[in-house]
């Protein structure tokens, strides 16, 4: 069973900053088959990157993915406050289709 | 325009089977490639995969909950229905349902459905 690993579990950063989150693997994931979704307090999770590099119809292109193997990134270019928020990764090739533990984007 | 929305029981006591039902629209789960899963989140704590049925009435399971789980579709209402047997406290969350598709994963959720398990 796949395990992921986000790091850091909280990044406090100012509006304007450029926010870089992990998502690391206990298995390769096949055919990048990874996802990053957002989510706000009191909402369903929202995605923002599929196949770990491409954005979902609507999301800025502030918002990046990269990555493949077991090593993924998440990079939000420049911070608007629209963005603090909760992060997820997800790989969805295998089942069970697990969920990281979750990264969270805090204004510092 | 696609959606999926959760429907069942706010309120289940211990040992109790919950049953949720997951109706959507805008898409067919006949279309090859496509299945609808469900996910949990308790309270202030991080999102956990449940489980997933294919339109070929493939059927995936959480390893650690599988004995309790059962998924189902009725391609002709346009739902999707999970069954979680013996509730427990520690079963309280919210349970979203939500599109899979090959290339994009999760792509479209519904808003969620909070269930609370207590005597």
């Known amino acids: 069973e796949f395990v992921l690993t986000q790091s850091p579990g909280t990044l406090s950063l100012s509006p304007g900053e450029r926010a870089t989150l992990s998502c690391r693997a206990s298995?390769?994931?096949?055919?990048?088959?990874l996802a990053w979704y957002q989510q706000k307090p009191g909402q369903a999770p929202r995605l923002l990157i599929y196949?770990?590099?491409s954005r979902a119809t609507g999301i800025p292109d502030r918002f990046s993915g990269s990555g493949s193997g077991t090593d993924f990134t998440l990079t939000i270019s420049r911070l608007e406050p629209e963005d603090f928020a909760v992060y997820y990764c997800?790989?969805?090739?295998?089942?069970?289709?697990?969920f990281g533990q979750g990264t969270k984007v805090e204004i510092k | 325009q696609i959606t999926l929305k959760e429907s069942g029981p706010t309120l289940v006591k211990p040992t109790q089977t919950l049953t949720l039902t997951c109706t959507f629209s805008?898409?067919?789960?006949?279309?090859?490639?496509?299945?609808v899963g469900w996910i949990r989140q308790p309270p202030g704590k991080a999102l956990e995969w449940l489980a997933l049925i294919y339109w070929d009435d493939d059927k995936r399971y959480s390893p650690s909950l599988r004995s309790r789980l059962t998924i189902t579709k009725d391609t002709s209402k346009n739902q999707v229905v999970l069954t979680m047997t013996n509730m427990d406290p520690l079963d309280t969350a919210t349970y979203y349902c939500?599109?899979?598709?090959?290339?994009?994963?999760?792509?479209?959720w519904g808003q969620g459905t909070t269930v609370t398990v207590s005597s």
């Open positions: 997800q790989q969805y090739g295998t089942s069970p289709q697990t």
């Open positions: 298995q390769s994931v096949s055919s990048s088959y």
């Open positions: 196949g770990a590099s």
């Open positions: 939500a599109r899979r598709t090959s290339r994009y994963g999760m792509d479209v």
């Open positions: 805008g898409f067919s789960l006949s279309t090859s490639g496509v299945g």
